[in-house]
């Protein structure tokens, strides 16, 4: 007989809840902390924060020369950049400049120069980053340039540690990354699916609900951080295209079969709109299982637009 256990940890930055059904035999705390074990590792390799990282060794010297990298931080890199053209600039790891900018501009409650912006905007370009892919070196090509690989690295660690989970027979099971990443498979407890209520843009309440069945979802939006910048509204979330923040109250989000695509795919409606998110994804091969856009009109109303294969969401009316 299974039964249910659960787990939570405060790391990368969020609370990471993990849950498994294992039989009541079983020693549940070694598989579980293999699987924490994947977030912690990944943690060291790519936190943007911790000066003994890995990214951080790439950003202090990459400008100056040639860093010999891991093959795995390697490879995640230039998957990054990949994502980038295929999500056609909607996703990026190379916004660090920028975002330190509006961040001081939100502490100063003081604008940004134009011409800051578009300087620190063009080093959004992946030709800026040389990749050796036979000596797994990588080198910029300009001196400001640095990576922050943020929410990317939370969704593959959640792939890594359901992998984990996986090869240590845990075949129903679920990863809640922040509740801004989710990964579930198999089945919960007497149901065939994962099922989970979207928020309401601004009320306290659910307008659809999602079921999960081995698949992933990610939500990316500007209604959890947002600022006041000279009495205007801007968001946490920068434009990889425009370099200014997002300055609309919306909310994306996308089932997937990878929580690291998810991850990806949810920034795309909030830059592209749903259509074009939905013709990107065929045209580029990115894995989307369905997407739901929220949007606040200048009337204050929310429009609800969404896109499905299967009948995953159920739209609350």
């Avoid at 990806?264 to 409606?269: E, F, G, L, R």
Wanted: proline share 3%; charged share 20%.
């Amino acid at each position: 007989m299974e039964h249910e256990v659960c787990q939570v940890q405060y790391i990368m930055g969020t609370t990471v809840e993990i849950i498994i059904y294992v039989d009541s035999c079983s020693d549940s705390q070694p598989i579980l902390s293999a699987a924490f074990a994947e977030f912690e590792r990944l943690e060291q390799k790519f936190s943007y924060f911790n000066p003994e990282s890995e990214l951080s060794l790439v950003n202090t010297q990459a400008a100056k020369k040639a860093v010999c990298v891991s093959p795995e931080f390697f490879h995640i890199v230039e998957k990054a950049l990949n994502y980038s053209l295929a999500s056609k600039n909607s996703f990026s790891i190379m916004l660090a400049p920028l975002t330190q900018l509006w961040q001081k501009a939100f502490l100063e409650n003081k604008m940004p120069k134009k011409k800051d912006i578009a300087e620190l905007q063009q080093l959004n370009n992946s030709n800026l980053i040389e990749l050796d892919s036979d000596n797994y070196t990588i080198f910029f090509h300009h001196p400001k340039l640095s990576l922050d690989l943020g929410g990317f690295i939370k969704g593959y660690a959640a792939d890594c540690a359901k992998a984990t989970l996986y090869q240590h027979g845990i075949l129903n099971g679920l990863i809640n990354a922040g509740t801004s990443t989710i990964t579930a498979w198999g089945t919960s407890l007497y149901r065939e699916s994962w099922p989970f209520g979207i928020k309401h843009l601004q009320e306290n309440s659910v307008v659809a609900v999602v079921n999960l069945t081995n698949q992933a979802i990610s939500t990316s939006g500007t209604n959890e951080k947002n600022f006041q910048l000279q009495n205007k509204f801007f968001s946490h979330l920068i434009n990889p295209s425009t370099g200014y923040p997002v300055d609309l109250l919306t909310s994306a989000t996308v089932i997937c079969k990878s929580a690291l695509e998810a991850e990806v795919i949810s920034k795309m409606p909030l830059m592209l709109g749903l259509e074009e998110t939905v013709i990107s994804c065929e045209n580029n091969g990115l894995l989307l299982d369905g997407v739901l856009l929220q949007e606040l009109d200048e009337e204050k109303n929310i429009h609800l637009s969404y896109y499905q294969l299967s009948d995953s969401i159920s739209i609350i009316s």
